[in-house]
């Protein structure tokens, strides 16, 4: 009973409770921090920037969607391919499915409507995946997750696939939000002008930053000394050298409106988080 009423309340705890078979790591930690805040509706507005391998979308787009429908009706997810949202949309109908969700919340999946983009809850909530450029006219959601919304380096040179993806974020994914709905966006930064550049630049003072680079830089979220590696545990074992030298966090890109240089914040508002600390302030 304790351990269902913890999993209710905290994502790690949930985590646990499902017996996934990996314990978070300190920078998991501190995003699921980050995430909590979001359920809570301490932050409407979160941007996630890791380097590629972090298992930021593992907790982002999968583990976090299936909690947050223990907790509210609606969630619309979006990648820049629709295989790829369903792919993630498949892994998080398949916790919402299981036993243990079931346990912690009272609900399953409606055996009516559980196909792996677009599925409902018993309890009629519902989870709509497409790719950038789709379409999603009809849905209304309580939470928006676009994650990794750039194929690649070719996508974010091109000035026109630039312009096609804000103008669907502007035109289609923003209407299909309810009001007060919470938006999430987890990305590599490949380009200044890219959808989290654009943001940025409208309006930064509303969006929550949080980026952890390959190599940590002063003012590290972590605390780590200037030039520690992320996760050494992980990436040590697997490619952390190659990632440390290919990931675009590692570039110098702008975090304010202007574009006038410098490395993206790895808080917006330039502050340290306790990564012990679950509630976040946006």
Not at 11 to 35: C, M, S, W
Not at 94 to 103: G, I, K, P, T, W
Not at 274 to 280: F, I, V
Request: glycine share 12%; net charge neutral; proline share 5%.
């Amino acid at each position: 009973m304790l351990r269902r009423r913890g999993a209710k309340g905290s994502i790690e705890a949930y985590i646990d409770y499902h017996q996934l078979g990996f314990v978070p790591a300190t920078h998991h930690r501190l995003l699921i921090g980050e995430l909590e805040a979001v359920e809570r509706g301490e932050c409407s507005r979160l941007m996630i920037y890791m380097p590629p391998g972090s298992a930021k979308s593992t907790y982002a787009s999968v583990i976090f969607p299936a909690w947050y429908l223990g907790h509210h009706p609606s969630v619309i997810a979006a990648s820049h391919t629709e295989e790829l949202a369903e792919r993630f949309g498949r892994r998080v109908r398949n916790l919402v499915a299981s036993e243990a969700h079931r346990n912690v919340f009272g609900v399953g999946v409606a055996a009516d409507r559980k196909s792996v983009g677009e599925w409902e809850t018993e309890a009629g909530g519902e989870y709509y995946a497409a790719g950038v450029g789709g379409s999603i006219t009809g849905r209304r959601a309580d939470l928006g997750i676009i994650d990794d919304p750039v194929r690649g380096r070719e996508d974010a040179d091109s000035e026109r696939a630039r312009e096609t993806g804000w103008q669907w974020y502007v035109h289609d994914f923003l209407p299909r939000l309810k009001p007060g709905a919470s938006q999430i966006v987890i990305m590599t930064r490949w380009h200044e002008d890219d959808l989290g550049g654009r943001l940025l630049e409208r309006e930064a003072s509303k969006w929550r930053v949080v980026e952890l680079p390959m190599e940590a830089l002063p003012g590290d979220p972590l605390r780590r000394k200037p030039g520690e590696r992320l996760w050494p545990e992980w990436f040590g074992r697997y490619g952390g050298d190659r990632q440390a030298r290919s990931t675009c966090l590692e570039r110098a890109l702008p975090a304010a409106p202007g574009g006038r240089g410098g490395r993206l914040l790895q808080v917006l508002d330039g502050t340290q988080l306790d990564t012990n600390a679950h509630a976040m302030s946006c």
